[in-house]
């Protein structure tokens, strides 16, 4: 029986469908940050206004610093614990997968509400609070990124020949183990601080400003310039993200040569 | 450090068994995402002067801005999950089948982007394409289709479904596209053999499967429309009253409730609707986990 080929119709319609759906409000909004003064003609002028704005840079680098900082105590917290979990601590597998689910169910509003009635003053007077509610919404993807990694290597098989030969635990974490998941890791990391650069529902909500929030602000007195940034950031995440694709692809092929 | 104590804790206690390495990550869950839930959910039940009560609920279950509020949410993330999960399954299906290589790793990243970095950036988007002075309102309006001659704006209703939109079917494309890429070969190959024709094949075979999956994807994005904040605040200002706006003003002290704890009581609500969204989320996992195993 012959099979009629779909191919072109179908990936001619997804290719119109999406560019409708993304690309033009994409371009729509490229097209609006470039506006010239007035309106009128082709300019920079929304870019510039950006950048001598109060507050730019302390919330850009705010914004930095705590990204970096979720990023490295969520290896910190995590790479541990899941290694152990998939060597020894099969038992408590569930208990922690379901943990790592959960900021998936609770609403990220409701989790600040809740931060506001249980955290210490202490904690509440400091904007590095944010930071463990960072690693928190990122579990779950960080969680999945470490494990599917960790599932790929013979790491009983690693960890054991390392033990042998002698090797601390902390030396075999991070001489063994982390080399060999570095994919998971890289993930991780990225994955955290691309979620924290951007998260705007809790910071907002326990009145911290960071640069989600100070957009947003700045938008009320030009929303050209408020765009302007919407359409770098955006723009900017997707290469970045592509770059890092790309780059862990060609890293996956050379390992899988290697061996 | 806490490593580090953690792991020769685990060496000096044995073979195996200890829950001690994990001390760390149970203590950092139950303090920031434990406790502040259940601290929320005991303030709920407290009124005015400290006394237990229910009464911080009633507002929300008798007609009223918070009954009307969940209303609303709970339509808006319907509807945007119908739609994202649709569209977003009929990408997924192209990009298996067609992007492969380097093409797909991009693709991948596309949708990742599009699908979390929501929020603010994406409410001013749309603000540029489909506002009154957007480009696309322009354009659309040179071909003839004046799409704010009705009762159209970007900050109604119909505005925050299509920004929604935009999200849940990028997030559809990246939860759905491991099932599509899990249907194997040799069950079409198996059922070419057995004579069935494609559509066959479709009704009998690969649909029965994806089935699960599907409906596993769709409470998911009904749970993330349910929940998401930034992109309707950043771009309704509270014009379309949705649960997490109303829960935000409360909190910034923008409307005035004669009860205190009102904002605790709607917060324990939501987690409540995303709870029974994500049972079905896990119970449909169960059952796609079924399917694959076999």
């Known amino acids: ?259 | 450090m806490e490593v580090v104590r953690a792991h020769s804790r685990a060496r000096s206690g044995g073979r195996g068994t200890g829950v001690l390495p994990l001390l760390p990550f149970f203590i950092f869950t139950g303090f920031f995402l434990l406790w502040p839930v259940i601290a929320v959910t005991l303030r709920s039940l407290h009124g005015n002067k400290n006394e237990w009560t229910l009464a911080n609920y009633r507002p929300i279950l008798k007609s009223g801005p918070y009954f009307h509020a969940f209303v609303v949410s709970l339509k808006l993330s319907l509807i945007t999950s119908i739609i994202g999960s649709i569209l977003g399954a009929f990408f997924a299906y192209v990009i298996v089948k067609y992007a492969r290589g380097k093409f797909g790793a991009v693709i991948d990243s596309v949708s990742a982007v599009f699908a979390n970095s929501g929020g603010v950036p994406l409410a001013f988007m749309f603000v540029a394409a489909f506002g009154t002075e957007g480009i696309v309102t322009k354009l659309l309006k040179d071909l003839g289709w004046d799409i704010y001659a009705g009762h159209f704006t970007i900050f109604s209703f119909t505005g925050v479904v299509m920004v929604y939109s935009f999200f849940q079917v990028p997030l559809m494309v990246l939860v759905f596209k491991p099932a599509i890429a899990g249907l194997r070969k040799e069950w079409l190959e198996a059922s070419t053999n057995l004579g069935a024709s494609s559509f066959t094949y479709w009704r009998r075979v690969a649909i029965p499967i994806l089935i699960p999956s599907f409906i596993g994807a769709f409470f998911l994005l009904f749970a993330g429309g349910f929940s998401a904040y930034a992109t309707a605040r950043a771009l309704t200002v509270g014009t379309v009253p949705l649960v997490p706006i109303i829960i935000g003003t409360l909190v910034d002290g923008n409307v005035i409730s004669d009860q205190a704890n009102l904002g605790d009581a709607l917060a324990v609500g939501m987690i409540v609707v995303a709870t029974v969204a994500m049972g079905g989320y896990i119970w449909a996992q169960r059952k796609a986990a079924k399917w694959r195993n076999s």
């Open chain 1, 1 to 259: 029986m012959k099979r009629i080929s779909l191919k072109w119709p179908l990936i001619i319609f997804s290719s119109f469908l999406s560019i409708i759906i993304f690309i033009v409000p994409l371009y729509g909004a490229s097209l609006y940050s470039f506006r010239g003064e007035g309106g009128k003609g082709h300019s920079l002028v929304n870019y510039q206004w950006l950048l001598h704005q109060d507050g730019f840079y302390p919330s850009l680098f705010t914004s930095l610093k705590l990204a970096v900082l979720a990023g490295l105590l969520n290896l910190i917290l995590m790479v541990p614990t899941m290694v152990y979990l998939n060597l020894k601590g099969q038992r408590y597998k569930s208990l922690v997968d379901f943990l790592c689910i959960l900021p998936l169910i609770i609403p990220v509003v409701s989790l600040a509400i809740g931060a506001q009635v249980a955290m210490p003053k202490i904690l509440q007077n400091s904007e590095y609070e944010l930071v463990f509610f960072f690693v928190i919404i990122a579990l779950p993807y960080t969680y999945r990124a470490l494990d599917t990694s960790l599932q790929t290597v013979a790491l009983k098989t690693l960890v054991e020949a390392s033990r042998s030969l002698g090797a601390t635990w902390t030396r075999t974490i991070i001489r063994v183990i982390v080399p060999a998941i570095r994919s998971g890791i890289t993930g991780a990391l990225f994955l955290t601080f691309a979620l924290s650069i951007g998260e705007y529902t809790i910071t907002s909500l326990l009145h911290w400003e960071t640069f989600p929030t100070w957009t947003v602000v700045a938008a009320q007195q030009n929303i050209l310039g408020a765009i302007a940034i919407s359409v770098f950031s955006f723009v900017g995440a997707i290469a970045l993200l592509s770059v890092i694709a790309l780059f862990s692809k060609k890293s996956a092929q050379k390992a899988e040569v290697e061996e």
